[in-house]
């Protein structure tokens, strides 16, 4: 259990500074250009709050709770008593809901149709193009080792 919540810290930790240092990376470029005020959040997010200081603060959060929540689901894959697919299947609705949810926060998208439909479509694929490499990966494992399996035999 240790190690999971050093693992998920971690995450979260290294997923926030990444967040922060590309959000001022964005913000140090386009007020370079455009001289004004930019801030790389949308409007209707920091609207819901206070100020744009504790939007950007919780703007950091989220990207730790994305972070923690992708490096604590890969836990799934440890349960051997359930299948690949099923695996793959739990992970996916487990950080959808989470990644989704947040993006739909950030993003504002449930007010840009097209955008909320494209999001989740390039988040499906992703996930897809994901579990197909997982299952080359684990079928060319299982392969060497019914290899080595048939050797000692």
Not at 42 to 61: D, K, Q, R, W
Not at 116 to 134: C, D, K, N, P, R
Request: with cysteine; proline share 2%; glycine share 6%.
């Amino acid at each position: 259990m240790k190690e999971v919540l050093k693992r998920g810290f971690t995450s979260f930790a290294l997923s926030s500074f990444a967040g922060l240092i590309v959000n001022l990376i964005i913000d140090i470029i386009m007020n370079a250009i455009l001289k004004t005020g930019f801030h790389s959040m949308s409007p209707e997010y920091v609207a819901l709050f206070p100020s744009v200081t504790i939007a950007a603060y919780i703007n950091i959060l989220l990207y730790g709770i994305i972070g923690a929540t992708f490096a604590l689901a890969v836990y799934i894959y440890d349960i051997e008593k359930i299948g690949f697919i099923i695996q793959s299947i739990i992970y996916f609705v487990i950080t959808s809901s989470v990644c989704v949810g947040i993006t739909i926060l950030l993003w504002q998208l449930h007010k840009y149709p097209s955008a909320f439909i494209s999001t989740l479509a390039g988040y499906f694929a992703t996930h897809v193009i994901m579990m197909v490499i997982e299952y080359r990966k684990l079928k060319a494992d299982i392969k060497v080792i019914n290899e080595l399996s048939a050797e000692e035999s």
